[in-house]
């Protein structure tokens, strides 16, 4: 595997890629509702806690979900695998049959599929292993990496949702701080697009224009929706 | 493969798991949200507000920003394909070395491996997607069906989000609608908590347990924090 390729600069950076994600979701949805809150005129006080009752729901959502989710994950992991082992143990031979097929798949004459069959059923785990990634397409799950990567989440969060709600903190009045609140949330969620883009592989200009395309339509649905029903 | 393999199963519902991904996330956060103003003692109407505003929000970001993040995936792939595609072409010993390593890692000897990289490397299609598969872990996005799941999921937070709300528009006050919301939903948590279940392979208990738990925990969370800062 050469350096270059992603997958390892994908992992080294794992953790910068949670405080994105979870930076950019905070950013978006406690900047929407605060938006929108702002359209039917509340107080800034009432705008401030909505805002940071949905700050910490979302960080909850987002942090114990994930864990959960993870956990699940592994769950679901193991029962496969037991499932799998009992399988080549109950029906070797239909379970040897879909090692085959795999290598049919690639176009290989049954004469070379033999002995390749017979080296991977020939050890229970690497015939368990093999079963597991080319069959059921499963790879085993991480667990530490899943609870770290949901507490990087939950906590990015927060501190992205705190951003669209500072001005209102500090602002004289509402108009004020709701302008403010547009131009800090909306640089930010370039910003953070940006940096987005540079892991998927995208254009900056096309992530960052995406994050702020997500972040101005929530928050003026938000804001014809509150303005509606006010 | 046999018909009781879990994977056919995921794809021919995947609609209801979408469905049930968007209300569980849906009931969470509204939920908690209104919850939270609702310890705060702020009048019903903003309760009303403040959730309309955040279910608009949540709405468009999981949906929107779904159908994107769908887009940047199927994007990520067609830029590491030309990469595979390049690579076989301009450095064919060294991407067939890696087809190798891939078998001798099954434990297989050179003998064996032989045949099977000169079947694989004789076409390139076959060889590419070789590539794709086992070395980066990277398997063809599906757009259309991106696309579908993000607006079910959209819809369905919608959806969702008007559980925990509706009581907010009829009971007689705040405390009144806040019983009556916590009743509904956690009793709705608790519903899809068990579909949810059903779709991951997890017993249904622990299932309905996990997500009430994580809207109970979001709930009192957002209480908390309005009741510090009302």
């Known amino acids: ?30 900047f929407a509702l605060a938006a929108g809150l702002s359209g039917a005129n509340v107080s800034t006080g009432v705008v401030v806690l909505a805002g940071l009752a949905e700050i910490a729901a979302g960080c909850i959502a987002m942090g114990l979900g ?14 496969e695998l037991s499932r799998e082992i009992e399988e080549t143990r109950e029906m070797p031979d239909e379970e040897a049959a879909e090692v085959a097929r795999v ?17 991977i059923t020939s050890d229970e785990q690497r015939w368990v292993d093999f079963m597991m990634r080319f069959e059921l397409g499963l790879e085993e799950p991480d667990r530490w990496r899943a609870v770290s990567s949901a507490a990087t989440i939950g906590l990015s969060y927060v501190a992205g949702g705190l951003i669209p709600l500072a001005p209102y903190f500090f602002a004289p009045n509402l108009g004020a701080a709701l ?14 697009g940006c940096i987005k883009a540079r892991f998927t ?3 900056l200009w096309k992530g960052g224009f995406q994050t702020v395309l997500i972040g ?9 929706i509150a303005r509606a029903f006010r």
């Open 103 to 119: 290598f049919q798949g690639w176009g290989l004459t049954d004469q070379q599929i033999e002995p390749i069959v017979a080296a």
């Open 216 to 224: 101005g339509a929530a928050a003026a649905a938000a804001f014809l």
């Open 1 to 30: 595997m050469t350096p270059a390729h992603p997958e390892a600069h994908l992992k080294s950076t794992a953790t910068v890629r949670d405080v994105v994600i979870g930076m950019s979701d905070g950013l978006t949805v406690p």
């Open 179 to 192: 302008t403010a609140s547009m131009a800090v949330t909306l640089t930010a969620l370039l910003i953070f």
């Open 201 to 203: 592989g995208i254009s």
């Open 66 to 79: 994930g864990y959960l989710a993870a956990r699940t994950d592994a769950e679901h992991y193991q029962k």
